[in-house]
C-alpha cells in the first residue's frame, strides 16, 4: 500500500525576523536588567545571602571567602594531627593510616620514647609524619583507619593556591598548629593514656599479670 504524500509548507519569515536584529535585542534587555539589578542591590547592601536564601530573585555570587557555604558534617578538609594534654600528638605511629592510604601520600617515620617514659613500652610517636597533600584524594580511609584518633579531616579548611610544590607537602609541625572547625586542638574521643588514673597499664612489656 502505496504511503500519502504530505506536502509542508515552507515556513515564511518576515525581514526582521530573518535578520535576527529584534531577539538579539530581547536577548540583550534580560542581560541588562539582571545587570543593573544586581548592581543595584550591590550598590544599595540589600543583595539576597546565595547561602540562605539560594533561591531569591537578584544577585546570587557568592563573595568568597568572605561569604562561604554551609559544609555537611562529613565534609573532608585539609588534614590535622590532634593533641594530648601536653600538646603531644595523639599518634602511635602504628602506621595503620599510610596502609590504608590508596595515594600513598603519608610517611611515618616512627620512635620509641626514651626511658622513663609512661608511654615506653606501650606505643610509639612519630618522629616525622608527613603528608603530601598533592597526592591525596581525600577519601578519608586514614581517618578511618586511626585507632587513636590521631588524625582528622574536620578542619573545615580548602586547600588553598599556594606557590610551590613544597608548601603542599605538611609536616608534623603543620598538622599540628591547624585546629578543628571547633577551634580546639583536641579529640572528642577519651583515650586512657598511659600514666592515667584509668589506664590498665598492659603494654608490650608487661601484659598486666
Not at 563573595?63 to 562561604?68: A, D, F, N, T, V
Not at 610517611?107 to 617514659?117: L, R
Not at 598533592?134 to 578519608?140: A, E, K, P, S, V
Given at each position: 500500500m502505496a504511503g500519502k504524500t504530505v506536502v509542508l509548507k515552507k515556513t515564511t519569515?518576515?525581514?526582521?525576523?530573518?535578520?535576527?536584529?529584534?531577539?538579539?535585542?530581547?536577548?540583550l534587555g534580560v542581560t541588562l536588567k539582571h545587570f543593573f539589578k544586581?548592581?543595584?542591590?550591590?550598590?544599595?547592601?540589600?543583595?539576597?545571602?546565595?547561602?540562605?536564601?539560594?533561591?531569591?530573585?537578584?544577585?546570587?555570587?557568592?563573595?568568597?571567602?568572605?561569604?562561604?557555604?554551609?559544609?555537611?558534617?562529613?565534609?573532608?578538609?585539609?588534614?590535622r594531627l590532634t593533641h594530648r594534654e601536653d600538646g603531644s600528638p595523639r599518634c602511635v605511629a602504628c602506621l595503620c593510616c599510610s596502609t590504608a592510604c590508596p595515594a600513598q601520600c603519608i610517611?611515618?617515620?616512627?620512635?620509641?620514647?626514651?626511658?622513663?617514659?609512661p608511654h615506653r613500652g606501650y606505643e610509639r610517636y612519630p618522629e616525622e609524619f608527613v603528608i603530601d597533600e598533592?597526592?591525596?584524594?581525600?577519601?578519608?580511609?586514614?581517618v578511618t583507619a586511626c585507632p587513636c584518633d590521631a588524625i582528622r579531616m574536620d578542619s573545615g579548611i580548602h586547600m588553598t593556591a599556594l606557590g610551590d610544590r613544597a608548601s603542599f607537602v605538611y609536616d608534623?609541625?603543620?598538622?599540628?598548629?591547624?585546629?578543628?572547625?571547633?577551634?580546639t586542638f583536641k579529640s572528642a574521643n577519651p583515650r586512657h593514656e598511659p600514666g592515667d588514673p584509668t589506664h590498665p597499664g598492659v603494654d608490650r612489656l608487661h601484659d598486666g599479670h
Open positions: 519569515r518576515t525581514l526582521a525576523e530573518q535578520g535576527y536584529l529584534l531577539e538579539v535585542a530581547k536577548g544586581g548592581t543595584s542591590q550591590l550598590a544599595t547592601g540589600h543583595k539576597p545571602s546565595p547561602v540562605t536564601d539560594p533561591y531569591a530573585d537578584g544577585c546570587a555570587t557568592l563573595e568568597y571567602p568572605e561569604e562561604k557555604r554551609p559544609y555537611a558534617d562529613r565534609w573532608r578538609g585539609v588534614h610517611y611515618i617515620k616512627p620512635a620509641e620514647y626514651p626511658p622513663g617514659d598533592l597526592r591525596c584524594i581525600f577519601c578519608g580511609f586514614c608534623k609541625a603543620k598538622l599540628l598548629s591547624i585546629p578543628g572547625k571547633d577551634g
